[in-house]
């Protein structure tokens, strides 16, 4: 397990995802839970959209990136809804099961730009693969080949409101990784 090195912390910018969303998708991992064997599901108390993930960054760095986040120009809110699934990298050997977004995806890709941007201004490197927005459901320590008809089901998660970006902390324990918040910035 990766400890924080002394005055650093593990950080991220991602979408919050709303309660009502995270109890619908509590449900949808019982019933994918029966079906998938393997699997460590994501808590859904911690489900989040990621957006940028920015690795271990010192007490400096937080404070530049969020007067990065504030000075961005990110756009109004949204509606963002997930109803497809996925896997990564493919469905014979599934490492990472998730939900993609449909309704709100090409505003949630807009957003994503200008975060990618912003960061970059900052000094974090441009990620190399193209953005996808999807909330992870479940992880598989041994890859594992998931069913057609598992991947073809569409489950349809009522569109919740994206009305800010948040800059995360996260601690990684044996139980898991717990996030807080540390800065948020409203989108107008």
Same mark, same amino acid.
Do not use: I, M, N, P
């Given at each position: 397990m990766q400890q924080e090195s002394e005055g650093n912390i593990r950080a991220f910018v991602a979408l919050p995802v709303a309660g009502d969303v995270k109890i #619908? &998708?509590?449900? &949808?991992? #019982?019933?994918l839970g029966t079906r998938l064997h393997g699997a460590k599901w994501t808590s859904p108390a911690g489900l989040h959209l990621t957006i940028k993930f920015l690795g271990e960054i010192s007490a400096p760095t937080v404070e530049m990136v969020i007067t990065a986040l504030d000075g961005m120009a990110a756009g109004p809110p949204f509606d963002l809804g /997930?109803? #497809?699934?996925?896997? /990564?990298p493919d469905k014979g050997k599934a490492r990472v099961l998730w939900i993609g977004s449909e309704t709100g995806n090409a505003e949630c890709v807009k957003l994503a730009g200008m975060v990618e941007k912003s960061m970059e201004e900052v000094g974090f490197p441009r990620e190399k693969r193209p953005f996808k927005a999807h909330l992870t459901l479940a992880r598989f320590r041994i890859p594992s080949g998931i069913p057609g008809e598992v991947l073809d089901s569409m489950t349809d998660i009522q569109p919740c409101a994206v009305d800010r970006v948040v800059l995360y902390r996260s601690v990684l324990k044996p139980s898991g990784a717990e996030y807080s918040e540390i800065h948020s910035i409203r989108l107008e």
């Open positions: #619908r &998708l509590a449900a &949808l991992q #019982r019933e /997930f109803s #497809r699934l996925g896997v /990564f």
